[in-house]
């Protein structure tokens, strides 16, 4: 009987994988590891992660494991796991921002097993018996407390991806193509660099809208040596670190600047730390054209 019993389990299982592929177009399927405990975890990781027609989101609560369905023509896995996070629920690839986990009814609080241990908890940490009269230092003990200290926050998380932008947009205001490029690879690593999970949760949110968005132009701008299409990937690129300089604060002010002029008479715009305006679409050409439309702060 317990055989009959889990091959009907099985069977069900994968009558209701098909009817769900047969539902979204352009079917890819994915498996990732979704933390939660309890039968309403299960509804509310299923709700977040679906979306219409283009992403239906299975989770077994007792492996953990979500299976996503999902259009690969209109969305993505991240995207789904992105969804998830927001609701609460860690992922092996993006864990929930600390106020929304903090929101999750307590029944429904998991153990944060991928969760660093913050830099207090890291300061606090005794060390074991014996080990500081032996006169023995832990070398792993010792990275992690100097890392620690070396990550003052959330400001330093990001102000490193903004500098280096502020580094490409003066390449593009000289109009040097080859600099652009080596700028923007500079910008990649510092994309790449940035840990969420120390991110305040306003600016955890836009990060997991915007980063693959500012990867993609980053990466564009690097393989090019035409600066007029690195240009191009540099107005896009400005839009989505807008929105990232609007949750952010960077110790000084940021002017967000516009050109009339760009994209024939469209208009872009971009971000910088000086006042003064300087053009990077046009560069000595019109290196004055433009103004500032907002100040950050």
């Known amino acids: 009987m317990k055989s009959i019993s889990i091959i009907g389990l099985v069977t069900l299982v ?32 299923e709700q977040e992660g679906k979306a ?7 989770w077994n609560q007792e492996t ?9 023509s209109k969305t993505n896995e991240d995207d789904v796991l992105k969804r998830i996070a927001l609701a609460g629920f860690d992922s092996e690839k993006f864990l929930a921002p600390d106020d929304a986990y903090a929101k999750l009814p307590k029944a429904d609080q998991y153990t944060r097993t991928l969760k660093p241990v913050s830099k207090s908890q890291t300061a606090t940490t005794t060390e074991p018996s014996g080990q500081h ?8 003990a010792h990275q992690n407390a100097t890392a620690a200290v070396a990550v003052t926050g959330k400001v330093t998380q990001l102000t490193n991806v903004v500098d280096q932008y502020f580094a490409l ?14 700028k923007a690879a500079a910008l990649q690593e510092a994309i790449k660099a940035v840990d969420m999970n120390k991110l305040a949760s306003a600016e955890h949110t836009v990060w997991m809208k915007v980063m693959n968005n500012l990867t993609a132009d980053a990466t564009t701008i690097a393989k090019s040596k035409d600066v007029t299409k690195q240009r191009v990937a540099f107005a896009s690129l ?14 000084s002010p940021v002017y967000y600047q516009h050109c009339p002029m760009f994209n024939e008479g469209k208009g872009a715009n971009w971000l910088s730390k000086e006042k003064a305006v300087k053009n990077p679409f046009y560069g000595s050409q019109m290196i004055t054209c433009g103004s500032t439309v907002e100040t950050l702060n």
């Open 169 to 182: 947009k003066d390449a593009l205001v000289k109009t040097d193509a080859q600099t652009a490029a080596t």
């Open 64 to 72: 953990k494991i979500a299976t996503i369905t999902y259009d690969a």
């Open 52 to 58: 219409g027609k283009t992403a239906q989101v299975d």
């Open 238 to 251: 400005s839009t989505k670190l807008y929105e990232l300089a609007k949750v952010s604060s960077f110790g």
């Open 133 to 140: 009269q032996s006169g023995q230092t832990d070398h792993s």
């Open 14 to 45: 994968l009558l209701t994988n098909n009817t769900i592929q047969a539902q979204i177009k352009n079917a890819k399927t994915a498996t990732v590891k979704v933390f939660g405990n309890t039968s309403a975890a299960k509804t509310a990781i």
